[in-house]
């Protein structure tokens, strides 16, 4: 089975080299103030062009506006949005007319309970991609580097379309992909030196090892 792999927080070029250069699938762009990822639409563009024919570009939002979201579609032409707030299945279904691109959904998982509100977005988003709940008092939706019980996902059903995130490295990759089985992993903040600086270095050290795990399982 084919595993894409995202690489999210993007903001320099080294960092996507290394990422296209190591087989990812998807790069990721975060729009969110309050993020030490977050990017202007003048750089995600530029870096965006780098992508172009090697991997797909991702417009990572939280709770943004119409007029934010034109700027970014019309100024980064992402070829996915990625909807980090608490956007309902009908704001994503409004959205996707309005741009014409596909979706994807994430959802915080602490326990069981919240994966209850996928069958609402089944059939509107596109994809999900089911990250960590953040911490009592984060200020990140996201890209808190803490995962959370992978085997909640084992009751899925198997038509789940998911990029799994939260606290993904290159020590347990191969633990997340033994116990959740994803079609799809997303990484942030287990590539990075510090907060928002991506380390060329790591996020070869994390293929490496994604390697290596799926060697293991085949």
């Keep these: 089975m084919q595993l894409d792999i995202k690489i999210c927080g993007l903001k320099t ?11 990812a699938s998807h790069v990721g762009f975060i729009f969110f103030p309050k993020s030490p990822r977050n990017v202007d639409i003048e750089t995600a563009a530029r870096l965006r062009h780098l992508a172009s024919g090697r991997g797909q570009a991702v417009a990572v939002t939280v709770d943004a506006d119409d007029e934010m979201l034109d700027r970014i579609v019309e100024g980064m032409r992402p070829d996915v949005l990625q909807l980090h707030g608490h956007e309902r299945p009908v704001r994503v279904e409004a959205l996707k007319r309005r741009y014409h691109l596909p979706v994807m959904k994430a959802v915080s ?3 069981a309970s919240d994966l209850e509100v996928l069958p609402a977005y089944r059939g509107v988003a596109d994809r999900f991609l089911l990250d960590a709940k953040p911490p009592a008092g984060a200020e990140l939706p996201g890209g808190n580097g803490i995962p959370f019980d992978w085997s909640l996902l084992a009751s899925l059903d198997g038509k789940v379309d998911y990029m ?10 191969g633990e997340a992909l033994r116990i959740a089985r994803p079609r799809g992993i997303d990484i942030s903040s287990g590539v990075e030196r510090a ?13 490496s090892s994604v390697r290596a795990a799926r060697g293991k399982r085949e």
């Design 195 to 207: 907060p928002g600086e991506k380390d060329p270095d790591l996020i070869r050290a994390f293929f």
């Design 13 to 23: 070029e080294d960092a996507i080299a290394a990422a296209l250069d190591s087989g």
């Design 109 to 111: 998982v602490r326990e």
């Design 164 to 173: 799994l995130s939260g606290g993904l490295s290159a020590v347990n990759i």
